[in-house]
């Protein structure tokens, strides 16, 4: 096992992006926002964040292989925060037969890595509530919550 992360092509993004887009809004759906809501916000954040597809300015989209097999996927953007200017993960994803080998804590180390390179001092990221196997990988690889985020339907 051996993660090798490489910029996506055009043809793996327009394969990525709608199940990213359901992803999103299902991630919503189980931390408790209605499917509408959750839909139509997917179907708003992604045109506003990747206007121009995998050339979007700013935007990094890499695929991530193991063996030369494409097995996940790594968006990352230079983004202002609180804490100043950080590398953002907004997605990364490793498929779900390829999990548990170590290849999404490449896949983060790699992200750390050219943060490091850019000059940037944080790698930073939300993560929803209920996703626990997220959250402990962030954690083994020394990540903190800096913020939680809690709502109650009523």
């Known amino acids: 096992m051996s993660a090798t992360v490489r910029p996506m092509t055009e043809a ?8 990213a887009k359901a992803g999103y809004a299902d991630d919503m759906v189980r931390s408790g926002v209605d499917a ?10 992604f045109p506003a964040l990747l206007p121009d597809g995998i050339a979007s300015e700013g935007q990094l989209l890499y695929t991530v292989e193991d063996d030369g097999d494409a097995v996940g996927v790594l968006w990352l953007a230079e983004r202002e925060g609180d804490l100043g200017r950080s590398l953002f993960v ?17 896949t983060m180390r790699f992200a750390e890595e050219e943060a490091r390179r850019r000059g940037l001092s944080f790698v930073s990221l939300n993560v929803f509530g209920g996703n626990d196997v997220a959250r402990n990988l962030y954690r083994s690889l020394g990540y903190e919550e800096t913020a939680v985020y809690m709502m109650k339907r009523v």
């Open 12 to 19: 793996e993004y327009q394969r990525w992006l709608p199940g």
């Open 36 to 45: 509408e809501t959750a839909r139509a916000k997917a179907e708003h954040d």
């Open 90 to 106: 907004y997605d990364v994803q490793i498929d779900e037969s390829h999990r548990g080998r170590g290849l999404g804590k490449e």
